[in-house]
T-cell receptor
Framework: AQKITQTQPGMFVQEKEAVTLDCTYD???????LFWYKQPSSGEMIFLIY??????QNATEGRYSLNFQKARKSANLVISASQLGDSAMYFC????????????FGSGTRLSIRP | EPEVTQTPSHQVTQMGQEVILRCVPI?????FYWYRQILGQKVEFLVS????????KSEIFDDQFSVERPDGSNFTLKIRSTKLEDSAMYFC????????????FGSGTRLTVV
C-alpha cells in the first residue's frame, strides 16, 4: 500500500510567490518522522526539513515550513518567497520507528518557478 | 560539512556484467543505506545495514544484489549480473546513532546498463 502520497506531479509558480507542496501519509506506528528533500537537476538529494510525530510545533527552516496536520495525516511543505533556484523535484518521505530506520519516499512533485 | 562520497559518478556496463558501486559514509555514522531511482521515478529503498549485517531489505534487493563493508570505511553495493532494468541512479546514505533525522545522502552513481 502506498504510504506516502504526493498528488501534484508538477507545479508552476511565479517567482516571489509562496507555494505549498502536498503530502499525505499512512502509518499505524505512533512514532514516526516526516522529511522533505529537494532534488535539483544535478541529481543530489538535499535535506530540507524534518517533523517528528510528537513535535508540538510545526517545523521551520528559513523559507521552508512544514504544515503538519496529524489528524489528517498530512505534512505539506510551504516555501515562502519562491526563487528561481527553488526549481527542482521535491520528495516527501517518512520513517516509521518500528521499521529498522529506513525512510520511504513519495513519488515527488516537480516545481518550476517562473521569472 | 561531512559528506557521503560515492564513486564513480557514472558507470556504463554491459548487460550480464558484475558491477560494484562504492560509498564512503560519514566516519562516525553506523547506519548505512542504499536507494535507487529509475530515471524520473521515485526513490526506492533497497537495503539498510547496521553492525555489519543487513537489517532490512526490500523485495527489489534479490539474490543479484549484495552489500559489504569490506574495510571499515567503504560500503559497497554489488550487482552480480546486471540487467537493462538495473539502469538507475543509486544513492548511498548514512546516519549516526541517536539521530532520528540526520540521514546524509551521497550525490549518487548513475548506472547505465547497455
Amino acid at each position: 500500500a502506498q504510504k506516502i502520497t504526493q498528488t501534484q506531479p508538477g507545479m508552476f509558480v511565479q517567482e516571489k510567490e509562496a507555494v505549498t507542496l502536498d503530502c499525505t501519509y499512512d502509518t499505524s506506528d505512533p512514532s514516526y518522522g516526516l522529511f522533505w528533500y529537494k532534488q535539483p537537476s544535478s541529481g543530489e538529494m538535499i535535506f530540507l526539513i524534518y517533523q517528528g510525530s510528537y513535535d508540538q510545533q510545526n517545523a521551520t527552516e528559513g523559507r521552508y515550513s512544514l504544515n503538519f496536520q496529524k489528524a489528517r495525516k498530512s505534512a505539506n511543505l510551504v516555501i515562502s518567497a519562491s526563487q528561481l533556484g527553488d526549481s527542482a523535484m521535491y520528495f516527501c518521505a517518512m520513517r516509521e520507528d518500528s521499521s529498522a530506520s529506513k525512510i520511504i519516499f513519495g513519488s515527488g512533485t516537480r516545481l518550476s518557478i517562473r521569472p | 560539512e561531512p559528506e557521503v562520497t560515492q564513486t564513480p559518478s557514472h558507470q556504463v556496463t554491459q548487460m550480464g556484467q558484475e558491477v560494484i558501486l562504492r560509498c564512503v559514509p560519514i566516519s562516525n555514522h553506523l547506519y548505512f543505506y542504499w536507494y535507487r531511482q529509475i530515471l524520473g521515478q521515485k526513490v526506492e529503498f533497497l537495503v539498510s545495514f547496521y553492525n555489519n549485517e543487513i537489517s532490512e531489505k526490500s523485495e527489489i534487493f534479490d539474490d543479484q544484489f549484495s552489500v559489504e563493508r569490506p574495510d571499515g570505511s567503504n560500503f559497497t553495493l554489488k550487482i552480480r549480473s546486471t540487467k537493462l532494468e538495473d539502469s538507475a541512479m543509486y544513492f548511498c546514505a548514512s546516519r549516526a546513532t541517536g539521530s532520528v533525522y540526520g540521514y546524509t545522502f551521497g550525490s549518487g552513481t548513475r548506472l547505465t546498463v547497455v
